[in-house]
Structures are given as structure tokens and as C-alpha cells.
């Protein structure tokens, strides 16, 4: 069955440290795809990057950076210098080739305070 | 932003009362999505659509139904709401293929005393 867990629950930073957010995913499927979402504060779902199990380049998007590790199932997501607006809960996700990619299960989140 | 109208935004309403919530898109999207947020749970799918009247259950369904007639409206239906699905709800589309990311509408608070 498939499952994430993102045991933190939530974490505290002061503005301009680094950050790392923790997913560690559980799956039979030899193929499927990986997520992180945005929540701020306002609510809505922010979609921020997606990875499929055959591509474990890391990959860099401003202060933003993904470290996709199958030997270990984590699918890690780093903040460099963070800053108060980087304040929101984020979500890890996986979906299943095997399921046709419709069920995706998402972790609890990790709510993400950046102090100025 | 993708085009995602959740109708309404907040709602109170009372035990054992019918309650529809409605998701409008304009992305002309195959695939749509209910899910609930609850504290400690993040999100769980409630049910989807991959076509006009193709639905099906996603781990929560139980006390929930689905519609949907065109492909821009899918409405989730609380037939006899209890105060245990009190929640926001949110509603998501996403393209064809499997590796596509979900968008998501702004969500509906919805309190049942």
C-alpha cells in the first residue's frame, strides 16, 4: 500500500537559515510520481514540482531544492535562506502508475513558520 | 491560476441536513478530484472523475456522493450530514497523463453543528 510520512510536524526557523522539509514515501510500484504543494497562510494548494521514479537528478528552482533518493524512499525538499513568506504548511504526495495515477495520497505536512 | 470555482466558499448547516458543494473549472480538465483537509490528516481523497459520469471512491467516500453530468461541474453530495465532516473541502483537476500535478480550488469551510 502505498503511504508518506512527514514527521515533522511542524518546524521553526529564523529568516535566511536553510530548512529542510523530510518525505519519506512507501511504495510496490516500480513506477510512480512524486509532489510537493504549498499551503500559506491564505489557504489554497500551490503545486511546486514533480518527480517520477526514473529520474533521481536533484533538481534547484531559485532557494528552492529537491533531493529524490530511492536506496532510501525520501523525496527531501530544502529552503535556502529562507524568508517569512516561504511561511506556509507543504505537502508531500505520491501517486501510483498501478492506480493510473488518480490516487494520490498525500502526507500530513509540515507547517513551516520563518521568524524575521 | 487555473480556472477552479468552488461554490460556496463557507457553509453552516445542521446534522442530518443534504449538503452539495460545487466545483466549476474552465481548464476542460478529464480528470477531477474531492478531497478533504483535516488537521494531522493533510488531505484524503474523498472520490474522482476521469469523465462525464466516470467516478469512483478514493479512500474516504463513506457518507459522500458524486456527480458529474458535463465536464465542467463535479458536485460532491453529503446526503445526511454529521458533525464528523466538518472540514474544508477541495476541489482538484488535473490534465491527462499520470505524472500531471493536481490544481486546486480555494477550497469550502464547511461546519455541521
Known amino acids: 500500500a502505498q503511504k508518506v510520512t512527514q514527521a515533522q510536524t511542524e518546524i521553526s526557523v529564523v529568516e535566511k537559515e536553510d530548512v529542510t522539509l523530510d518525505c519519506v514515501y512507501e511504495?510496490?510500484?516500480?513506477?510512480?510520481?512524486l509532489f510537493w504543494y504549498k499551503q500559506p497562510p491564505s489557504g489554497e494548494l500551490v503545486f511546486l514540482i514533480r518527480r517520477n521514479s526514473f529520474d533521481e537528478q536533484n533538481e534547484i528552482s531559485g532557494r528552492y531544492s529537491w533531493n529524490f533518493q530511492k536506496s532510501t524512499s525520501s523525496f527531501n525538499f530544502t529552503i535556502t535562506a529562507s524568508q517569512v513568506v516561504d511561511s506556509a504548511v507543504y505537502f508531500c504526495a505520491l501517486s501510483e502508475a498501478s492506480t493510473g495515477g488518480f490516487k494520490t495520497i498525500f502526507g500530513a505536512g509540515t507547517r513551516l513558520f520563518v521568524k524575521a | 491560476d487555473a480556472g477552479i470555482t468552488q461554490s460556496p466558499r463557507h457553509k453552516v448547516t445542521e446534522t442530518g441536513t443534504p449538503v452539495t458543494l460545487r466545483c466549476h473549472q474552465t481548464?476542460?480538465?478529464?480528470?477531477m478530484y474531492w478531497y478533504r483537509q483535516d488537521p494531522g490528516h493533510g488531505l484524503r481523497l474523498i472520490h474522482y472523475?476521469?469523465?462525464?459520469?466516470?467516478?469512483d471512491k478514493g479512500e474516504v467516500s463513506d457518507g459522500y456522493s458524486v456527480s458529474r453530468s458535463k465536464t465542467e461541474d463535479f458536485l460532491l453530495t453529503l446526503e445526511s450530514a454529521t458533525s464528523s465532516q466538518t472540514s474544508v473541502y477541495f476541489c482538484a483537476i488535473g490534465r491527462d497523463g499520470q505524472n500531471q500535478p493536481q490544481h486546486f480550488g480555494d477550497g469550502t469551510r464547511l461546519s455541521i453543528l
Open positions: 511504495t510496490r510500484d516500480t513506477t510512480y510520481y
Open positions: 481548464e476542460n480538465h478529464r480528470y
Open positions: 472523475s476521469y469523465g462525464v459520469k466516470d467516478t
